[in-house]
């Protein structure tokens, strides 16, 4: 078992750095898992429904991170540096109005995605959790980062702050990240951050909102895999498990503040140009193995 333990790393490392920047964290962990699979128990029913659930649960450990880096952004209550009270007496004094507007705005973006998701999960993956998907969002959506931030030059982004991020925005930017939730490989945060560029929100804030959205989504469908997960577990799953969520919750830390101080300088078509060559390689690894 200690081998399953060092592929538990391997895969929290894949899902802290993927998880946020835009290049796919589900597609990485379903193409590494073609070469570096988990395997959990002989029952080969049970062990495919571990890795199914491994690979959306270790996402709890990723969005730890969000919470710990962001605590100060995302947590709505306290006196102290508190310059505008929901009310300025009572209760209300205690509850900070631009943090508790901003969950508003994602509770309205994360509405699509979970109904749909919610309602279609288990379909979605059966229909279109395969390589050739896999690759082609990915490449779908590396031209799109480049032809969108290519537009971007021209013109400067109308929303520079979380406070100018308005309900419709945050309902257009959900409507994105509901294409990830379908499709695999598409990176839940490069829809989102994508949606967010294409109506001229800044790098910054369309980095943070996605974060922000990340909260409630990562935390429902992990909550969700878990109360479908049939499969029972042993101490060396729940181990194996809590590895990766650690290791990526450890990963995650440095990767997000890296991603945030690298798009203070550049764009996102570096992660665009990564998808298409990635997407490539994917179609090209997975049409020679069915030829031979």
Known sequence: MVIEFIKSIILGIVEGITEWLPVSSTGHLILVNEFLNLNVSSDAEVNEGFVNMFNVVIQLGAIMAVVVIFWKKLFPFGKKNNPDPWKKEGVGSYVKADIMTMWFKVIVACVPAAVIGFLFDETFERLFYKPWIIAIALIVFGVAFIVIENRNKKSSAKVNSMSELTYTAALIIGGFQLIAAIFPGTSRSGATILGALMIGISRTVAAEFTFFLAVPVMFGASLLKLLKYDGGFTGEQIGILAVGMI????????????????????????????????????????GIKAVV
């Open 247 to 286: 290791v990526a919750f450890a990963v995650s830390m440095v990767v997000i503040k890296f991603l945030m101080d690298y798009i203070k300088k550049h764009d996102f078509k570096v992660f665009g140009w990564y998808r298409i060559v990635l997407g490539i390689a994917v179609l090209a690894y997975f």
